[in-house]
């Protein structure tokens, strides 16, 4: 649910108006008083998206008080010349007044409505607000076809944020697969801390690798537990706890996770796996830039301890992460894709085995499609890393490799059709 504005109303109706307006009202209904006013005070809500304003209208429902209409059918306002809106009057009970009883006996009109439809009615309302009878037939005739052009318009527009919606949740499935698996590499610990949890539905969901935001959480004890004994944190202990953050999908949950990382390295901090480790449970959290920093650390301690391995490793998961930053980015940073080719680069010189070439073969294909400056380059990273996925066969890597090869195909297709439409 999305609101852009709460606009209270400005204009404050002079008592001699209202004295007038109940003493006119009390000719049809005996004992009418203030406390029947239903517009004394007013509230505008303006959303985006309709799907946002029902939302809203819900939401409205759902607190203690009174609300008229009881059907958005009956709230919603329509006019010739084009205004459209959701009427509502309310009055408030409960913890909402802060215990104020002179609150309780005043009704608010609240009307809710999209950006677009306040557009028009701002566009309108002096001209035509009670006074739609001394405008030409012809004229409110052109109004409303201008209004109705704008309600396909908000229709249009709520149509292309599902569609984006759709394609987010469709790439944050994919991330979310990918990074599931490469976090797996803390399963040495997988069974030693699920024998600790309680038999039941979450465990057997556990056992069976279905993940979830609410079984994750049971993996939080047994890890603290071993998060205060220095022998038992691991690297393997932050990638389970970045498993759990991963899915649990929680600000605080990724924040303790990365708080576990920062003990690991704490506890030796001139080693370079720890960095390392932390970067790759950052990129899993979509924390790039921390990602892309604590990784060019590790790197430069590796450097220092000689490890040509951890260095090659390091370098290559700088590259795919920068992929990553670029696809997200409204702007490129050229000379960070530079960096990152370059370091792809001479990690692929470095690898000895098959299977390290090929992974550091497909983060150049994907470093290519993200960074790709024409539909030539991206084709190319396509092409490479179809190479790459023909060449892996079996296995964990296997698998590894159709999660990566997917979201890479799927991003590259996502970028040749922005060329297009940008040509």
Request: charged share 35%.
């Amino acid at each position: 649910m999305v609101i852009r504005a709460v606009v209270p109303r400005t204009d404050i109706k002079e008592i001699k108006k209202v004295i007038a307006k109940i003493e006119d009202k009390k000719e049809n209904r005996r004992g009418y008083g203030l406390s029947h006013l239903e517009d004394l005070v007013g509230v505008k809500i303006f959303c985006p998206y309709a799907t946002d304003v029902r939302q809203v209208i819900d939401s409205m429902r759902n607190h203690e008080g009174f609300i008229v209409p009881e059907t958005n059918r009956e709230a919603r306002r329509k006019t010739k010349a084009g205004y459209r809106g959701f009427h509502f009057t309310l009055q408030l009970k409960g913890p909402l007044l802060v215990n104020n009883e002179d609150l309780t006996r005043i009704k608010c009109e609240v009307q809710v409505k999209t950006m677009l439809e306040e557009a028009w009615d701002a566009k309108t309302h002096d001209i035509t607000y009670k006074s739609e009878s001394v405008v030409d037939q012809f004229l409110l005739g052109r109004m409303g076809e201008i209004s109705e052009a704008l309600a396909a318009f908000d229709k249009r527009s709520e149509e292309l944020k599902k569609e984006i919606l759709k394609r987010h949740t469709e790439e944050r499935k994919r991330k979310e697969a990918v990074a599931s698996v490469y976090l797996s590499e803390a399963m040495p610990l997988w069974k030693e801390v699920l024998s600790e949890l309680q038999d039941g539905k979450e465990l057997r969901e556990l056992r069976a690798r279905n993940f979830n935001a609410k079984n994750v959480l049971r993996l939080i004890p047994p890890i603290e537990k071993r998060r205060d004994d220095k022998n038992l944190l691991s690297p393997h202990l932050c990638r389970l706890a970045g498993l759990v953050a991963l899915y649990a999908r929680g600000q605080h949950i990724d924040i303790w996770a990365l708080d576990l990382c920062d003990d690991l390295i704490h506890k030796d901090p001139q080693l370079s796996r720890p960095y390392l480790v932390k970067g790759s449970v950052c990129w899993a959290l979509d924390q790039l830039d921390e990602a892309l920093e604590v990784t060019k650390t590790g790197i430069e301690k590796a450097e220092e301890e000689n490890d040509q391995g951890s260095v090659a490793n390091g370098k290559a998961n700088f590259a795919y992460w920068v992929g990553e930053k670029v696809w997200n980015a409204s702007e490129k940073d050229t000379k960070l894709a530079s960096q990152a080719i370059k370091y792809i680069d001479e990690a692929i010189r470095s690898a000895r085995k098959k299977a390290t070439r090929l992974s550091y073969s497909d983060t150049k294909g994907f470093l290519l499609i993200t960074t790709g400056k024409n539909a030539k380059e991206i084709r190319k990273g396509m092409r490479l890393i179809r190479e790459v996925r023909r060449q892996r066969t079996g296995g964990i890597l296997e698998k590894l490799s159709r999660l990566f090869f997917d979201r890479h195909i799927s991003i590259a297709k996502q970028r040749l059709a922005l060329l297009k439409t940008d040509g």
